[in-house]
């Protein structure tokens, strides 16, 4: 009696934390055929040696690996050590980055199939005809005369894409995880719909005419079942959320749930109608995460990406006036007829609008785009190496490009990690221009050498309380007394230690016997500090009350909560 056939799905992403949704769906709509599926989950990071090694442990008979724009270049590695350490092994690839150029990549890889739409369809025939073949022949592959829809191949040496699949019907999707999976500390993803409204020219998804929606009944029972297995963060993989008919719906469902997860949704602003909102409004703080790609606020840069979306400054605006959900927004440097004066108005527009995170990102050539095809038409130069950033524009230099590298630099680590909360509103209220202030900063940290290396912890306060005080000095109002104490505040925050930095310049009071009292009258614990400024009052009331006064910093509280306060 022969060994029932092994495959290997291989998963490597740029952390542990992620899973891959599209390898587990493809098992699960498999379980029921004879043979057994493995999935194998790395990172970037796993050595290539140590991969290879669990891979063969396996003995599979076929590997399939999920392929995208930040793992090709360690899957094409490893495909090549595969073929070496076992050259009879078939080789199976999917994923964005080869399906879109299926019979090229077949040849790069050394591979042998490549689905080249959703997978979940084209794998279960994939598998059917390799256990007919293997009850007839012996080998666990295809055959020469077997075609497939949704499947590339080779043939006698030759590259060869069969039709396209039409797209499934997605009732049928099964849970993809399995129910012994443990998520607490993982990201756990769903689909409420595949497809998407858009058709930006510097996407894949351009391509893709075909929105289609689960009814929210699957979806819940689906995010429930997420629950049971522990998840903790819900990530909705679809392309824009809200554009489900039933959306209003799931978030009222969700909203009702007894969890502490957090759900993280992909929107678009435009799409927001009044029934979400008045269902959004009743979000629990915490329980919500949106993001949004803005990309840009330039109604001309938009026509020149095909991306058309009416109304989507009210809808962000609405949106991020209910305070109760966190919102992570999208700008994209380098698209077609954008110059630094118009993504200077862009990224000042939407950072006005306070998100909780603004991510500065750069146009990416993503392959087999329309974007591709028009790049000597905006005289875009770009790497020919992933993630094929661009490099500079007909209306963007390098140099510019490396000015908001600077600033992309600084605004990561200063405004969206939300360790400087405060000390950064007060500098950047004294500044007409925010994106200069971030180019600013970074180009402080660059001049420390730090553009190659990271900093420390205290060095990055250092740096930002020195930028600050030099750049804002002369402005009327400005105290830097203030700024000291503010961003020792912050530094506090997020660094509980008995010592602090020279450059916060710790006041020399006495804080024992504060501590003492605290605990004696309250039963209160934590690190108490003396500050030249009322700097609590000065962020809760906005009053200006000078000290000194004395701040505990709460033990056991989450960072941010305190405050006990002292007046001398």
């Known amino acids: 009696m022969r060994n029932r056939p092994k495959v290997v799905l291989v998963s490597i992403d740029s952390r542990f934390i992620h899973t891959n949704i599209a390898l587990r769906y493809m098992k699960e709509f498999t379980k029921d055929l004879n043979y057994d599926c493995m999935i194998r989950e790395y990172t970037i990071q796993s050595p290539l040696m140590d991969m290879l090694d669990d891979i063969l442990d396996d003995e599979p008979q076929i590997v399939g690996l999920s392929t995208y724009i930040w793992n090709v270049d360690t899957v094409e590695r490893l ?11 078939r080789l199976l690839f999917g994923g964005p980055e080869v399906s879109w150029n299926a019979e090229e990549s077949l040849l790069r890889l050394s591979g042998d199939y490549i689905i080249t739409g959703e997978g979940e369809e084209t794998y279960r025939e994939l598998i059917e005809k390799c256990i007919l073949n293997m009850e007839a022949t012996g080998f666990f592959s295809l055959e020469d005369n077997d075609v497939i829809r949704g499947l590339a191949a080779m043939r006698n ?15 049928r999707l099964p849970f993809p995880y399995s129910m012994d999976e443990d998520l607490k500390d993982r990201i756990a993803c769903i689909e409420a719909s595949r497809g998407c409204p858009y058709s930006c020219s510097y996407c894949l998804s351009s391509a893709e005419k075909d929105l289609r929606f689960r009814s929210a009944d699957d979806v819940m029972s689906d995010v429930e ?37 957090v759900f993280h949704f992909e929107m678009s602003p435009s799409m927001v109608d009044d029934l979400q909102m008045g269902v959004l409004k009743d979000s629990p703080p915490g329980r919500m995460q949106f993001e949004t790609g803005v990309q840009s606020t330039d109604e001309n840069v938009l026509r020149m990406i095909s991306r058309f979306s009416s ?16 919102h992570h927004l999208d ?19 939407i950072y006005s609008l306070g998100p909780d995170v603004l991510q500065l990102g750069f146009l990416k050539i993503i392959k087999g785009t329309p974007m591709e095809r028009e790049t000597k038409r905006w005289n875009i130069i770009y790497s020919p190496f992933p993630p094929y950033q661009v490099i500079s524009t007909g209306t963007m230099g390098r140099t510019d490009m490396e000015r908001l590298k600077s600033a992309e630099k600084s605004l990561e680590k200063y405004h969206n990690t939300g360790k400087f909360e ?11 221009n925010p994106l200069l202030f971030f180019e600013g900063l970074g180009k402080a940290l660059d001049s420390e050498g730090y553009r190659v290396r990271s900093p420390s912890s205290d060095d990055y306060y250092r740096i930002f309380l020195m930028y600050s005080i030099r750049e804002l000095e002369r402005k009327d109002g400005f105290e830097p007394g203030l700024m ?30 504060v501590r003492r009292r605290l605990k004696r009258e309250g039963g ?30 709460e033990k056991g509280r989450t960072y941010g909560k305190i405050i006990t306060l002292l007046q001398q």
């Not at 495909?79 to 092994?89: A, E, F, H, W």
């Not at 809808?315 to 305070?323: F, M, N, T, V």
């Open 311 to 326: 109304g989507s400054k009210e809808g962000l605006k609405k949106i991020l006036s209910l305070g109760n959900i966190h």
């Open 524 to 553: 209160i614990e934590g690190h108490v500090e003396w500050f030249e400024n009322d700097v609590v009052s000065h962020l809760s009331k906005n009053e200006r009350n000078q000290g000194p006064v004395a701040i505990l910093f």
């Open 157 to 171: 040496g030759i590259p060869v894409r069969f039709p396209a699949r039409s797209k499934m019907d997605l009732s």
């Open 79 to 89: 495909s090549r050590l595969l073929r070496i350490g076992r050259p009879d092994i």
């Open 225 to 261: 079942k997420l629950l049971g297995l522990g998840a903790k963060l819900v990530k909705f993989m679809d392309r824009t959320f809200n554009a489900h008919p039933d959306a209003a719906e799931i978030f009222r469902r969700i909203i009702g749930l007894k969890t502490n997860a």
């Open 422 to 432: 405060n000390s950064l509103k007060y500098a950047i209220g004294f500044h007409e």
């Open 484 to 513: 000291r104490d503010l961003v020792k505040y912050d530094f506090l925050l997020w660094n509980r230690r008995q010592g602090i930095p020279d450059f916060l310049e710790r006041i020399d009071k006495d804080t024992n016997e």
């Open 331 to 349: 700008l994209i440097a380098g698209l077609p007829m954008d110059d630094m004066e118009s993504f200077n108005r862009s990224f000042n527009e």
